[in-house]
T-cell receptor, first 113, second 110 residues
Framework: KAGVTQTPRYLIKTRGQQVTLSCSPISGHRSVSWYQQTPGQGLQFLFEYFSETQRNKGNFPGRFSGRQFSNSRSEMNVSTLELGDSALYLC????????????FGSGTRLTVV | QKEVEQNSGPLSVPEGAIASLNCTYSDRGSQSFFWYRQYSGKSPELIMFIYSNGDKEDGRFTAQLNKASQYVSLLIRDSQPSDSATYLCASGDSNYQLIWGAGTKLIIKP
């Protein structure tokens, strides 16, 4: 079956701009989580959506937001980009209880200049 | 603050030996535990999950869980150079949220 698809793979944005990243989960997976990964900070949890509702949220500023559509696809948006937002953004999908594990997409590499 | 702790390494193991990776977690309410492997520049890949105390084996990999000691480990038998990667441990709580360790870098020396 198809895996988790993230688009785009690479992005270069200027400070102050906004960006929208997309994630299509594995068919049947209704939970989608988003992570930021940087070399010094490891995997940092942004938020998780299930059935179009945010179920969990990490400790990121309000510039980071997300949503989930009725087909379980999810988007995350970062407004007013800062240099420190440069990172690999990963999305992971799972069954609602997550007990079978979370499958990650290939990620979106965001560079803010 | 829920935490998962791992030794950052690097852990260097000779080819063919057993690699032992360890992880401790702080939340006694954690219900599920996961081991992921991440190659440099790639996304994490699920190796194993475990929910019950004891051992769970899958090929060359064995996950061990001890809830009383809040300890999870991953053993890799007959280590291969291709096993060289960062191994991430995560615990899942009752709210379906994963708490991640920072990862252990494993190097298998030929």
């Amino acid at each position: 079956k198809a895996g988790v698809t993230q688009t785009p793979r690479y992005l270069i944005k200027t400070r102050g701009q906004q960006v929208t990243l997309s994630c299509s989960p594995i068919s049947g997976h209704r939970s989608v989580s988003w992570y930021q990964q940087t070399p010094g900070q490891g995997l940092q949890f942004l938020f998780e959506y299930f059935s179009e509702t945010q179920r969990n949220k990490g400790n990121f500023p309000g510039r980071f937001s997300g949503r989930q559509f009725s087909n379980s696809r999810s988007e995350m948006n970062v407004s007013t980009l800062e240099l420190g937002d440069s990172a690999l953004y990963l999305c992971a999908s799972s069954l609602p209880d997550g007990f079978d594990g979370y499958t990650f997409g290939s990620g979106t590499r965001l560079t803010v200049v | 603050q829920k935490e998962v702790e791992q030794n950052s390494g690097p852990l260097s193991v000779p080819e063919g030996a057993i690699a032992s990776l360890n992880c401790t977690y702080s939340d006694r309410g954690s219900q599920s535990f996961f081991w992921y492997r991440q190659y440099s520049g790639k996304s994490p890949e699920l190796i194993m999950f475990i929910y019950s105390n004891g051992d769970k084996e899958d090929g060359r990999f064995t996950a061990q869980l001890n809830k009383a000691s809040q300890y999870v480990s991953l053993l890799i038998r007959d280590s291969q150079p291709s096993d060289s990667a960062t191994y991430l441990c995560a615990s899942g709580d009752s709210n379906y949220q994963l708490i991640w360790g920072a990862g252990t870098k494993l190097i298998i020396k030929p």
